[in-house]
């Protein structure tokens, strides 16, 4: 099985930015599909955004046009940008990366947004 390991997570003031990273430990092609989801504190665990192999990109309402997710397979790496941060988006960010077949879907451990007011 792979890894998947999250960064770029900390804390911003209301109206900033922060770049999210998700790298595999092998070629992120080999992926029908990658996410971002979120769990903020006292919530169920909810999609932010969804991207494919030929770069079909998903957002959850609550984040679109704040939030790109992207893909960088030389770096086996998804990324999600994140700007105009709101106390809301306070969660932790967990990468997951879903097979072409039946396969189990892979998680990163998450990595911690906290946006202050």
Sequence with gaps: QVQLVESG???VQ???SLRLSCTAS???NIWY???W???APGKERELVARID???TRYYAGS???RFTISRDPAKNTVYLQMNSLKPEDTAVYYCNAVPFGNGVDIWG???LVTVSS
Excluded: F, N, S
């Design 26 to 28: 092998m070629d992120i």
């Design 37 to 39: 989801h979120r769990q």
């Design 14 to 16: 209301a109206g900033g």
């Design 63 to 65: 984040v679109e046009g």
């Design 109 to 111: 451990k998450g990595t």
């Design 9 to 11: 997570g900390g804390l």
């Design 53 to 55: 192999i030929v770069d």
């Design 33 to 35: 599909m990658m996410t």
